[in-house]
C-alpha cells in the first residue's frame, strides 16, 4: 500500500516537474517573441521619415481610442510605433476596415480612394475655416488616409502625399501638438457624429497623448513653419 502510494506520489511530482518546464519553456518563447516583434517595430520607426511620422501623430487622436498603443508599448517596453508610422498591428486591420466603412464609407479601395479624394480637394475651404474646425478636419483626414493605407487599400505613398495639404495646413495654424489638440476638442463638439460619451473619450485619449511620456505629442518636436518645405521633402 505505502509503495503504491509512494509511487503515485513520484508521478505527481515528475508531472508537476514537466508543467513546471513546459510553463518556462513557453514564457521563454513568448519573451523571445515579444523581444524579436519589439525590435521589428523599432527598426520600422527607424526608418520612417519626419514627415510620416508628422502625419501619423495627426491622426494619434483616433489611433489611440481605437487601438490603445500607449499601454501595448509600455508593457513591451518600446516606442509608440503604431502613433507614428503608418501600418497598425495585424490583428487590427479587420476592426480598421470595419471603422472605415462606418465611419467614411470607405468599405474597399475604390471607396476609400474615392473617401480620400474628396477630402484632399477641402483644403483650399478648410484654409478659411476655424481652428476647431480645421483641426477636426486634420485628424479625420489623417486617420482616413493613414487607415486606408494600414489595411492595404493603397500604398503608405500615396497616403503620404494626399496628406501634404493637411500637414502644411497643421503646422501654418498651430503652434505645437497642446494647441492643434486643444483646438480638436473645441472643433469636436459642433463635429458631425459628436456626442456626449465620444466627447468623454476624446478628451481623455488628447489628455494621455499630452502627459504620456511614449506618446508622439511628447517625443515628436512639432515643425516650425520655416522648416515646412524641408519636412514636406522628407517624406
Not at 509512494?6 to 517573441?33: H, N, S, Y
Request: proline share 3%.
Amino acid at each position: 500500500m505505502f509503495k503504491f502510494f509512494k509511487e503515485m506520489l513520484d508521478t505527481v511530482k515528475e508531472g508537476m516537474a514537466e508543467g513546471r518546464a513546459e510553463l518556462a519553456q513557453e514564457t521563454a518563447e513568448r519573451e523571445a517573441k515579444a523581444q524579436q516583434d519589439g525590435a521589428a517595430l523599432e527598426a520600422r520607426l527607424a526608418a520612417s521619415s519626419r514627415y510620416e511620422n508628422m502625419a501619423v501623430a495627426l491622426a494619434a487622436i483616433y489611433r489611440e481610442t481605437f487601438a490603445p498603443e500607449l499601454k501595448a508599448a509600455k508593457e513591451a517596453n518600446r516606442s509608440a510605433v503604431h502613433l507614428l508610422c503608418v501600418p497598425i498591428p495585424d490583428e487590427e486591420v479587420g476592426p480598421w476596415k470595419n471603422l472605415l466603412a462606418r465611419d467614411f464609407d470607405a468599405g474597399d479601395e475604390a471607396q476609400a480612394r474615392e473617401a480620400i479624394a474628396d477630402t484632399h480637394d477641402a483644403a483650399e475651404a478648410m484654409a478659411r475655416s476655424t481652428d476647431g474646425e480645421l483641426a477636426v478636419w486634420i485628424a479625420r483626414f489623417a486617420h482616413l488616409a493613414t487607415g486606408s493605407a494600414a489595411v492595404g487599400y493603397l500604398q503608405a505613398r500615396e497616403a503620404l502625399d494626399a496628406l501634404e495639404p493637411a500637414v502644411a495646413l497643421a503646422i501654418e495654424r498651430f503652434d505645437g501638438w497642446e494647441g492643434y489638440g486643444r483646438s480638436f476638442l473645441e472643433g469636436e463638439r459642433d463635429a458631425a457624429g459628436s456626442n456626449f460619451m465620444g466627447r468623454k473619450v476624446l478628451a481623455s485619449v488628447t489628455e494621455r497623448l499630452l502627459e504620456d511620456e511614449r506618446s508622439p505629442w511628447k517625443t515628436l518636436a512639432w515643425s516650425t513653419r520655416d522648416a515646412l518645405p524641408a519636412l514636406l521633402a522628407s517624406r
